[in-house]
Nanobody, 117 residues
Framework: QVRLVESGGGLVQPGGSPRLSCAAS????????MSWYRQAPGKEREPVAS????????NYADSVKGRLTISRDNAKNTVYLQMNSLKPEDTAVYYC??????????WGQGTQVTVSS
């Protein structure tokens, strides 16, 4: 079955730079675009980044542009989210998702990122 397993979250200090990973299995990773979403306490889930099949194009939410970078390694069936200059308002559960036309069809369990001093 399709599995997306996020890792790399935890408690980080403001300004920290963790890298989140999403290990994919159960499908042909290299023919799907991938996305990262996040859900902050009391907020709706929002997309933060997406990447095309080959990684040739990326998109970011305005709130994270310039601070978060999505990438993928098709040989490792893994998508990454490099986070820089983290702020307390970045605190959220971060999810990776498999893209389909106009949406996403599978999400991982999520990994908690808490930005606090």
């Amino acid at each position: 079955q399709v599995r997306l397993v996020e890792s790399g979250g935890g408690l980080v200090q403001p300004g920290g730079s963790p890298r989140l990973s999403c290990a994919a299995s159960g499908f042909t990773f290299s023919v799907y675009g991938m996305s990262w979403y996040r859900q902050a306490p009391g907020k709706e889930r929002e997309p933060v980044a997406s990447i095309t099949i080959t990684g040739s194009s990326t998109n970011y939410a305005d709130s994270v542009k310039g601070r978060l970078t999505i990438s993928r390694d098709n040989a490792k069936n893994t998508v990454y989210l490099q986070m820089n200059s983290l702020k307390p308002e970045d605190t959220a559960v971060y999810y990776c998702a498999r893209k389909v036309v106009g949406s996403s069809d599978y999400w991982g369990q999520g990994t908690q990122v808490t930005v606090s001093s």
